[in-house]
């Protein structure tokens, strides 16, 4: 079983619509957790930290169930800008204190 | 945020020679490095954690003589490979950890060999 996994998708949304990504692990011990965006041929960009009360920046809200080991991504009024490639990533002491990245979900957002 | 420059962003070399990736962090000192590789449609794989002034850590199935990791300031680590090899082709990410425990990533090196 992978350490991180994702739907591979790609979701293709017409602008503005509300478009939601989840993210299972396997190490219960995990203890931080992130939304990187990775653009075509490009490096990982933060997004955003996932906090178990659940937390909100703009048209993101992320959503951390650790009893399901289950993350979420909500992403509300959708962009064209919107379209990359979503990373979910967590990390553990016991991985070494290391990041763990999914495959990654495919969001295109279309006119 | 904080910036980490990678050098070359791109290059392309012949079977069996060596090339050198550069990782700087520009405006803060980095303890420890990451070094990734991404194929096609995969997701970022480890390849190994740089410690300043000690040896790597390589991940399993990671040849450590074929990617050989330098880091010898707080600012600077670098991953040679080689011997390169056609299937040695893939995008290679550094990242460098600062004294938050932030991680920030380098714009990546696309290697490409004949």
Redesign the interface.
């Known amino acids: 079983r992978k350490e991180?996994e994702q739907d591979p998708g790609p979701f293709n949304v017409p602008e503005g619509a509300t478009v939601a990504f989840n993210c299972t692990y396997s190490n219960s011990a995990s203890q931080s957790f992130f939304w990187y965006r990775q653009d075509c041929?490009?490096?990982?960009?933060l997004l955003m930290s996932v906090y178990s009360s659940g937390n909100e920046d703009g048209r993101f809200t992320a959503q951390l169930n650790r009893a399901s080991q289950y993350i979420s991504l909500l992403i509300r009024d959708s962009k064209l800008s919107d379209s990359a490639t979503y990373?979910c990533v967590v990390n553990s002491m016991e991985y070494?204190?290391?990041?763990?990245?999914?495959?990654?979900t495919i969001l295109r957002v279309k006119s | 945020g904080a910036v980490v420059s990678q050098h070359p962003s791109w290059v392309i070399c012949k079977s069996g020679t060596s090339v050198k990736i550069e990782c700087r962090s520009l405006d803060f000192q980095a303890t420890t490095m990451?070094w990734y590789r991404q194929f096609p449609?995969?997701?970022?794989?480890?390849m190994a954690?740089s410690n300043e002034g000690s040896k790597a850590?390589y991940e399993q199935g990671v040849e450590k003589d074929k990617f050989l990791i330098n880091h010898a300031s707080l600012t600077l680590s670098t991953l040679t490979v080689t011997s390169a090899h056609p299937e040695d082709s893939s995008?290679y990410?550094c990242?460098a950890r600062n004294s938050s425990?932030e991680?920030f990533?380098?714009?990546?090196t696309?290697l490409t060999v004949l």
């Open positions: 991180v041929r490009k490096e990982p960009k990373l070494g204190n290391k990041l763990v990245f999914g495959a990654g | 990451f449609k995969q997701s970022l794989m480890l954690t850590t995008f990410i990242s425990d991680q990533f380098g714009p990546g696309r």
